[in-house]
Nanobody, 119 residues
């Protein structure tokens, strides 16, 4: 599965951005879709993920109430709506998918998209 992200950029604190991640390839094998981020000098951290049906979501405490993850299975796309952005949200955001293909689990990553929040 290949992933292509879009939607990053520069925004002022308090503003909003919407990230998108489109999957291609063996998309029927995708189970969970999600986002992680990595700020300069910090470890990569999980931001949010969403189940195959979209019925279950999970968020990092730092983004709860501000970020919303959603997915459109018809488009094989996952979104991350980010509101009330803070300077500490500045990071490279990576889309990922977890799936199962021919009995083996896998994780695929996108190339990352930069989000910069100016204070």
């Amino acid at each position: 599965v290949q992933l292509v992200e879009s939607g990053g950029g520069l925004v002022q604190a308090g503003g909003s951005l919407r990230l998108s991640c489109a999957a291609s390839g063996d998309t029927f094998s995708i189970k969970v879709m999600g986002w992680l981020r990595q700020a300069p000098g910090k470890q990569r951290e999980l931001v949010a993920f969403i189940s195959n049906s979209g019925g279950a979501t999970n968020y990092a405490d730092s983004v709860k109430g501000r970020f919303t993850i959603s997915r459109d299975n018809a488009k094989n796309t996952v979104y991350l709506q980010m509101n009330s952005l803070k300077s500490e949200d500045t990071a490279v955001y990576y889309c990922y998918v977890d799936g199962s293909l021919y009995g083996a689990g896998y994780r695929s990553w996108g190339q990352g998209t930069q989000v910069t929040v100016s204070s």
